[in-house]
């Protein structure tokens, strides 16, 4: 982009010129992807898909293939394209088009809609189960409904606008759901708290953040992890973490993955000064892991992971290390409500 550009049309011209267009078979059947869902208050679950072939119609009837292999015919009552930051109405989508559809509550990530005389399926996404999880409630402090911003007028208007009640937290929960199909909420043995599965910390921080915001007065639960039984034995979630540090904290780094169970299975060096070192480690080990990693680096460490799957409990780990949780503990199979 040019340095005196005061646009972003040369970005746009350059992605133009370079990224070839979509490629497809002129009267082939409609295959659309669902790849992400959204909500909305008066249209409810709304799908996100990109059109691989075929057209998509406002009003019309399609074939559902859903995840369990049945197809059930459904009709797209709402059809809207993006334009800008804002979704619009739109009559149809054609071959490359991302669009918005509402009018299937149930739809999920991954599923196909398709042409009704010739449905063909697209490969299935699987959405990764939950690994952690927390109990949020409602505020129960004496102080309850009292917390404002300032004073006079706008301290009781703040006041009045607070979200307290059950009734409201579990509300906001299950809309969450509704667009959310990460997040998995369940109950309690108390009435005004409910134990809510996330993939890791920064989903739940982030549905946490938006409750906060949007006036909810709330209770947080120490972080846990999500077990599963198999063959009798217990299994827990684990990640794979890649890092890359300067070679001077790679020992500081390899000892702090190994008191939270990190097993290396890779290590690379090309002689720049960095390293790159890869851990096979459980989602518990991970809980309050980065801040620790980055004062350990000094600000110099950069790490990511990625879901691994399920590995059987790889033992207790170092006291301070994780969130206090037990073997012997129940262990629950998640359910979504």
């Keep these: 982009m040019p340095a005196d550009s005061t646009s972003l049309e040369p970005f746009f011209s350059t992605i133009l010129q370079h990224i070839p267009a979509p490629t497809y078979d002129e009267g082939a059947p409609l295959q659309a992807h669902v790849t992400n869902l959204d909500a909305d208050n008066f249209l409810g679950r709304i799908a996100l898909l990109r059109v691989h072939q075929g ?23 709402e059809l809207m394209m993006t334009e800008a930051l804002t ?6 989508a054609g071959p490359g ?42 505020n129960t402090s004496p102080l309850v409904g009292r917390g ?37 909420v369940l109950d309690t043995e108390r009435p005004d708290a409910w134990e809510v599965q996330g993939r890791g910390e920064l989903a739940l921080a982030i ?21 599963k039984e198999v063959d009798g034995k217990i ?36 002689g720049s000064g960095w390293v790159r070192m890869e851990f096979v480690v459980p989602s518990r080990g ?9 004062t350990q680096t000094r600000g110099t460490g950069i790490g990511h992971s990625i879901h691994e799957g399920h590995e059987p409990w790889f033992g207790p780990s170092a006291p301070g290390t994780t969130a206090p949780w037990s073997p012997t503990a129940p262990v629950r199979s998640p359910r979504s409500r």
């Design 286 to 294: 991970l809980i309050g892991f980065r801040t620790e990693f980055l």
């Design 235 to 270: 299994h827990e979630p684990v990640e794979r973490m890649t890092v890359d540090v300067p070679e001077e904290h790679m020992g500081a780094v390899t000892q702090l993955m190994g008191v939270r169970k990190g097993r290396m299975d890779n290590m690379s060096n090309h």
């Design 207 to 227: 549905l946490v953040e938006q409750m906060r915001r949007e006036g909810f007065e709330l209770t947080i639960g120490k972080p846990q992890v999500v077990t």
């Design 148 to 184: 404002g911003t300032g004073k006079g007028a706008d301290n009781k208007a703040a006041v009045k606008d607070r979200k307290v009640t059950a009734r409201q937290v579990k509300d906001r929960l299950d809309r969450e759901l509704i667009g959310n199909v990460s997040l998995r």
């Design 55 to 77: 057209e998509l119609k406002k009003g019309q009837t399609v074939a559902w293939m859903k995840r369990d292999g049945s197809v059930s015919n459904v009709r797209i009552t």
């Design 87 to 92: 979704r619009k109405a739109a009559e149809k």
């Design 97 to 138: 088009d991302i669009c918005a559809v509402a009018g299937i509550p149930e739809i999920m990530i991954g599923e196909t809609l398709a042409d009704p005389e010739n449905p063909v399926a697209l490969p299935l996404i699987m959405v990764d189960e939950p690994a952690i999880s927390m109990t949020i409630g409602t």
